[in-house]
C-alpha cells in the first residue's frame, strides 16, 4: 500500500483477555516501531525491528507486551491479559534504509473494560 | 531512549513566531526530525536536518548545531491550524527516539 496501514483501527476488550495488533509498514521500508500513546502524552517507544537484526524491546512495559514481525514486513502486537493501564492508542511507524523520516500508521486506539 | 528534551507547553498569538527548542544526546547521532501532530491523528513530517544551519520550508524552519545537540523549530505568521503538538525525534546510532513533544496553542 502507499502508507502505513493499521488494523484495527478501534479496538475494545475486556480485561484479562489478549489483543492483537497488526502494522503493515510501506513496501521495502526496513525498519518498524512499535509506540503507546495514552491522552495528552508524548509517544512511549515500545519496540523496534531493522531488518534481519534482533529487535530492541527495551520498551515493552512487561513480558504481557510481545511482538514479532514476520518475513520483514508486517509486524503483529500482542497484549496479554489485558489491564486497564492498556487503554491506550497504539502507533506504529516504518521506515526505509539510512537516515530518513519515519511514517506512521494511523494508530489502533485500545480500550479495555 | 535518548534523552531528548523540549519545552511542554507555549502559546502565542495568531500571526506570531514561536520556537520551540530540542535537545538531544551527540553520541551516534545521524539526523534530527521535526514531526507535527495534531490531536487525535498520527504524527507527520515536517522536517530533517542533519548538517548545522538553518533549514526553511515556507512558514516553518529548522535549525541544527550539532556540536551542541540543540535543534529549534520555528514557526512564523502563527495561524489557528498550527495549533498542535511538536515532536522533535532524533536519529542515533540509526534508531529513532522521539521527545515528549511540545503542545503549542495558537490564539486569536
Known amino acids: 500500500g502507499a502508507g502505513v496501514s493499521q488494523s484495527p483501527s478501534n479496538k475494545v476488550t475486556e480485561k484479562g483477555k489478549d489483543v492483537e495488533l497488526r502494522c503493515d509498514p510501506i513496501?521495502?521500508?526496513?525498519?518498524l516501531y512499535w509506540y503507546r500513546q495514552s491522552l495528552g502524552q508524548g509517544l512511549e517507544f515500545l519496540i523496534y525491528?531493522?531488518?534481519?537484526?534482533?529487535?530492541?524491546k527495551s520498551g515493552l512495559p512487561s513480558d504481557r507486551f510481545s511482538a514479532e514481525r514476520t518475513g520483514g514486513s508486517v509486524s503483529t502486537l500482542t497484549i496479554q491479559r489485558t489491564q486497564q493501564e492498556d487503554s491506550a492508542v497504539y502507533l506504529c511507524a516504518s521506515q526505509g534504509g539510512g537516515v530518513t523520516e519515519a511514517f506512521f500508521g494511523q494508530g489502533t486506539r485500545l480500550t479495555v473494560v | 531512549g535518548q534523552n531528548i528534551d523540549q519545552p511542554t507547553e507555549m502559546t502565542a498569538t495568531e500571526g506570531a513566531i514561536v520556537q520551540i527548542n530540542c535537545t538531544y544526546q551527540?553520541?551516534?547521532?545521524?539526523?534530527l526530525f521535526w514531526y507535527q501532530q495534531h490531536a487525535g491523528e498520527a504524527p507527520t513530517f515536517l522536517s530533517y536536518n542533519v548538517l548545522d544551519g538553518l533549514e526553511e520550508k515556507g512558514r516553518f524552519s529548522s535549525f541544527l548545531s550539532r556540536s551542541k545537540g540543540y535543534s529549534y523549530l520555528l514557526l512564523k505568521e502563527l495561524q489557528m491550524k498550527d495549533s498542535a503538538s511538536y515532536l522533535c525525534a532524533s536519529d542515533n546510532d540509526y534508531k529513532l527516539s522521539f521527545g515528549a513533544g511540545t503542545t503549542v496553542t495558537v490564539r486569536a
Open positions: 551527540t553520541s551516534g547521532f545521524n539526523g
Open positions: 525491528f531493522q531488518g534481519n537484526s534482533a529487535p530492541d
Open positions: 513496501s521495502g521500508h526496513t525498519a
